[in-house]
């Protein structure tokens, strides 16, 4: 297990897609037929944006733990930075593809049966295990129940973000709302954890969020830290 782990926030209505995704997309068939066709590192984090850019599905996708050195790949030796670290690791990465239908207004029909095809075929052919987990309102999340261990077996897992936290009520400046998050989650999960913020609060550093005291799952706190920034576009970390 690393010492630190950084994740991923939710993809709330846009997203945009990593330079490393080299095939990704949907795919108009006709009129009624569309194919979600992903060959990725995190399949499901591209997946999460295509659905969040192109019909506004709140959907997050969280990272398991990458504790079997066959799932990564050190991509070091492809970056030409001379700066850069002596390691890069990316997930291995899989292919998906779902076939699913549109209604008149080029919408899919079913939101929610769109999502479960999608973590069904991932389960399918993935050497990871995922859930759909129904989050605060419309908002979903693709959510790792197995993964595999130090020795490549696979092994049930507590997704980061499904460890309870409680934090007091205050208000406070979006970045100290963070910490105060990170720690409670580092405490929770017994390792130590770090929000990926760099693409969205650069944006809004003077933002002071009025948060109720919370006492749950570290995922619904942070979606609604979202919220209450207003902020409406998520990312990949």
Known sequence: MPARRVFASFILFAGCLKAQDFEAGITVLNDKDRVLKIDADRPLDVAASLLAQDYQIDINAEDPPFACPDDVIDKRASRKNPLAADHFYLPRGSRLEVHFSVDKHHRPLDSLTLLDQIVAEYNRTSLFRYR???????AYSFVPVEARDKNCRPVKITALLDHRISIPKESRGIYETIREFDSALS????????????????????TVVSMEAHEGRARDLLLSILRATHYTIGFIG
């Open 132 to 138: 759909l987990q129904r989050n605060m309102g419309d």
């Open 187 to 206: 405490r929770a999960a017994g390792e130590q954890t770090t929000t990926n913020t760099q693409t969205w609060m650069n944006r809004i550093p003077d």
